[in-house]
C-alpha cells in the first residue's frame, strides 16, 4: 500500500465515522460516496468490511432488546443475506461503467429522502410478507453499490420503533448486510488477504472520526448537520452518476 493509497483510505474514513459519530449512521454511506472518486465500488466496499463489522456490533450492542428484535425481523434479515448472495452471483462482475451509476443514484435517493423527511408507515400486518421484500431489495443493492442503507432504513424507520430499539434494528441489518456483502466478495476472490488488511486499517481513521463526531454531537444542532449532510451526499451521488460521461 503507498502513502497516497493510505492518505485517500485514512481522509474517506475519518469523515464517515465522523458523520456516524454524530448522526449514529452513514459511516458505509459516506465512505462509499468519497472512495468512489478515486477506486471502483467493488475495491471501495472490500474496505468497508472491517470498519463497518466494528462499529455496527457496537451500535448493535447499545440497544434493550435484541432477542425479540430478531424474532421479528429475521424474515428481512435472512432475505438481505440471500439477496446480496444472489446478487454476488448474478451481477456481472466486470460492470463496466453501471455500478458507479447505481452507486450515485441509490445515494441520491438516500439523500432525498433524508432531506424531505420522508417516513415510510408499515402496518403491522404487511410486516410478513414486506420484511423479505425490502430485505431481498437491499441485498440487491448491496451487491451491486456497497451500500446498504435503501430500502431498508427507510423500512426499519416505518415500523414504529422506539428510538433506542430502531438505533439497535439498524445496527442489526447492517451488521447483517456486512457479514453478508464479506461474504459474498471472499466467494469472488474480492475480499483476499491484502485487501481484509487494508479494511483493518481503515478501521482506525473509521474510530478517531467517530470518537470526534460523538464528543462534537451535544455541541452542534442536529438538524443543520443532517441538513448539510444530505446535501453533500446527494452532491457525491450526483458526481458519481455522471461519472461516465464527465470522464
Request: positive net charge.
Amino acid at each position: 500500500m503507498d502513502t497516497s493509497f493510505l492518505l485517500v483510505v485514512g481522509a474517506s474514513f475519518i469523515v464517515a465515522g465522523f458523520v456516524k459519530g454524530v448522526v449514529g449512521l452513514g459511516l458505509p454511506t459516506v465512505a462509499m460516496g468519497t472512495l468512489s472518486l478515486v477506486m471502483a465500488p467493488l475495491q471501495a466496499a472490500a474496505l468497508l468490511i472491517v470498519p463497518s463489522m466494528v462499529t455496527n456490533l457496537w451500535q448493535l450492542a447499545a440497544g434493550p432488546g435484541l432477542r425479540a428484535l430478531l424474532r421479528r425481523l429475521w424474515p428481512m434479515l435472512a432475505a438481505v443475506m440471500a439477496g446480496t448472495l444472489a446478487g454476488g452471483a448474478l451481477l456481472p462482475k466486470d460492470g463496466g461503467a453501471w455500478p458507479v451509476v447505481a452507486l450515485g443514484v441509490a445515494l441520491m435517493l438516500y439523500a432525498l429522502a433524508g432531506l424531505f423527511s420522508l417516513q415510510l408507515r408499515v402496518p403491522a400486518r404487511h410486516e410478513a410478507w414486506l420484511g423479505p421484500v425490502m430485505g431481498a431489495a437491499t441485498g440487491l443493492v448491496t451487491a451491486a453499490t456497497g451500500v446498504f442503507v435503501i430500502p431498508a432504513v427507510p423500512y426499519l424507520q416505518g415500523l414504529g420503533l422506539a428510538r433506542d430499539a430502531l438505533i439497535q434494528a439498524l445496527g442489526l441489518a447492517f451488521t447483517v448486510s456486512t457479514v453478508a456483502l464479506a461474504a459474498s466478495l471472499a466467494l469472488h476472490g474480492d475480499f483476499s488477504l491484502g485487501a481484509a488488511g487494508a479494511s483493518a486499517y481503515a478501521l482506525l481513521p473509521a474510530l478517531a472520526g467517530m470518537l470526534a463526531g460523538q464528543w462534537l454531537r451535544g455541541r452542534i444542532s442536529q438538524q443543520v448537520f443532517k441538513r448539510c449532510f444530505f446535501v453533500g451526499l446527494f452532491a457525491l451521488g450526483l458526481h458519481s452518476a455522471l461519472k461516465p460521461w464527465l470522464a
